[in-house]
């Protein structure tokens, strides 16, 4: 299962850069760690400002998928957080 992420940009480049960040990405890897979750941006190496702000996370079933995105809303750092559906023929 696949929770999408876009994060504000302020939480995002530090993410992308390799920078120390500010306060609200650390609070998001410091969430992720304690959820036992990695932050993975979708589109490394990008130079665009506006995809640098997608991520995704990768869960193991539907109760972590809810612990995640229970947490994840809350914070500073996120716009954006769902459970990405399951891919399906028309």
């Not at 650390?26 to 969430?31: D, G, P, S, V």
């Not at 979750?37 to 589109?43: A, E, G, L, Q, S």
């Amino acid at each position: 299962m696949r929770i999408n992420l876009h994060l504000h940009p302020n939480a995002a480049l530090p993410l992308h850069e390799g920078a120390p960040g500010n306060a609200s990405s650390k609070e998001l890897l410091l969430a992720a760690k304690k959820l036992g979750v990695t932050v993975i941006p979708v589109y490394p190496g990008t130079r665009s400002k506006q995809l640098k702000t997608h991520f995704v996370v990768e869960v193991p079933d539907e109760a972590t998928a809810v612990r995640v995105l229970d947490k994840f809303r809350g914070l500073a750092a996120t716009e954006t957080a769902y459970l990405k559906p399951e891919d399906a023929l028309p």
